[in-house]
């Protein structure tokens, strides 16, 4: 009898065990590989969105918003490197994984003024003190966690070509949209094209050309990650872009302002 009784204890034991062990299996698996404590920062490269206060639940968007600006790279586990609103950045830093703390360890770089957000920036970077990460954002909290500095993943060139909609997902093509909307309804009326076409044997990249037939105007040829490689035109009838063979003939305009 009291062989029977032990076996049925065992039998509930086990059976709560077992549920407790899907539970807990479910649990781990519920984040979709975005549990902050399963990534690693090194190797990975971030693009700054803005400053978030939690107090206020509020995010100011970081100034400029240009592609190159304000960029984070940990390149290995003690070095990082990146951009300001201006400047070129690197440095060290330490963590540690289980605390998800962080300590920005020194930091050094050009030496340009900062622009807009470029002075805030770094001084939040230095106050850095715990961190979380997904494979789509980053935060790195200061102030005793009350603020934070939000990153969006940065895209590569490669990956930047891939977008449905270039004109919205090119932040560094859409601030130029975005500035010649501004010049046209401050009154500087100028016909403005953008291209998108293929250059040095099927690279896709765009062409801008922001007055369009003006004597001096000067067209300018960018890559997906809004690098500068050539122009065109200008008083002097410049042409550096001979060496990368732009394909015109299959060039597509994806924007303008048209006058007539």
Not at 96 to 118: C, F, R, S, V
Not at 149 to 176: E, G, H, I, M, R
Not at 194 to 222: E, H, M, R
Not at 242 to 258: T, V
């Amino acid at each position: 009898m009291k062989t029977t009784k032990i076996l049925k204890w065992l039998a509930v034991l086990a059976v709560i065990f077992g549920l407790c062990f899907v539970f807990a299996g479910c649990t781990d698996g519920d984040d979709g590989g975005n549990n902050p404590t399963t990534m690693k920062l090194t190797a990975t490269k971030w693009k700054l969105v803005g400053f978030y206060d939690v107090e206020k639940d509020s995010l100011k968007e970081a100034e400029p918003k240009d592609e190159q600006c304000y960029t984070l790279e940990f390149d290995t586990d003690t070095t990082i490197s990146g951009t300001s609103s201006t400047n070129k950045l690197w440095g060290n830093y330490k963590i540690d994984d289980e605390l998800l703390t962080i300590q920005i360890a020194n930091i050094g770089g050009t030496e340009i003024n900062e622009l807009y957000d470029g002075q805030l920036y770094m001084e939040s970077l230095w106050q850095v003190q715990f961190f979380t990460i997904t494979d789509k954002e980053l935060k790195l909290y200061y102030d005793n966690k009350n603020k934070y500095l939000l990153y969006n993943p940065s895209v590569s060139q490669a990956d930047a070509c891939n977008f449905d909609n270039s004109l919205t997902d090119l932040l560094w093509l859409k601030t130029f949209v975005n500035r010649y909307v501004r010049e046209s309804e401050a009154g500087f009326k100028y016909p403005v094209e953008i291209y998108q076409c293929t250059y040095d044997n099927g690279k896709i990249g765009f062409f801008i050309d922001p007055c369009v037939s003006c004597p001096d105007g000067l067209a300018t040829l960018y890559s997906c990650d809004g690098t500068e490689l050539c122009s065109m035109g200008g008083i002097t009838g410049e042409n550096t872009c001979n060496e990368l063979n732009i394909d015109f003939a299959n060039k597509k305009l994806i924007w303008e302002i048209n006058i007539k």
